[in-house]
C-alpha cells in the first residue's frame, strides 16, 4: 500500500484547499478510503469516509458542510476538498485506506501527510 497526499499549504481562515491521493499498490477501485488528521499535541481524528464506488460518504461533525471528499477511480486519486478554513482545521493530514474510525488504529495504512496551516 503506497499513498501519497499532496496539495497542503498554508492559507487564511475563510479559505480554501484541495488535497490530493494518489494511491497504489492494491486495487483502489475495491478498497473504502478515508481522511485523518492529527492536530499539533492531540490524536489522530477521522475526517471522512468515501465507499468503493463514491456513492456512500460520511463526515465527522467538525468539517460537514466544509470538507468535500471525492475520488477518481480511473486515476486512483482521493481528494478533500476544503472550505471555509479555520485555525482549528490546522494539523498533518493523511489519507487513509479503510473506513471509518477504524483507520486510526491502522497508520500502515496511511500516507506520509500533508501539513494544512490556517492562520491569519
Known amino acids: 500500500v503506497q499513498l501519497v497526499e499532496s496539495g497542503g499549504g498554508m492559507v487564511q481562515p475563510g479559505g480554501s484547499l484541495r488535497l490530493s491521493c494518489a494511491a497504489s499498490g492494491f486495487t483502489f477501485s475495491y478498497a473504502d478510503m478515508s481522511w485523518v488528521r492529527q492536530a499539533p499535541g492531540k490524536g489522530p481524528e477521522w475526517i471522512s469516509t468515501i465507499s468503493p464506488g463514491g456513492s456512500r460518504i460520511n463526515y465527522a461533525g467538525s468539517v460537514k458542510g466544509r470538507f468535500t471528499i471525492s475520488r477518481d477511480n480511473a486515476k486512483n486519486m482521493l481528494y478533500l476538498q476544503m472550505n471555509s478554513l479555520k485555525p482549528e482545521d490546522t494539523a498533518l493530514y493523511y489519507c487513509?485506506?479503510?473506513?471509518?474510525?477504524?483507520?486510526?488504529?491502522?497508520?500502515?495504512?496511511w500516507g506520509q501527510g500533508t501539513q494544512v496551516t490556517v492562520s491569519s
Open positions: 487513509a485506506r479503510g473506513a471509518g474510525t477504524v483507520t486510526l488504529d491502522n497508520r500502515a495504512y
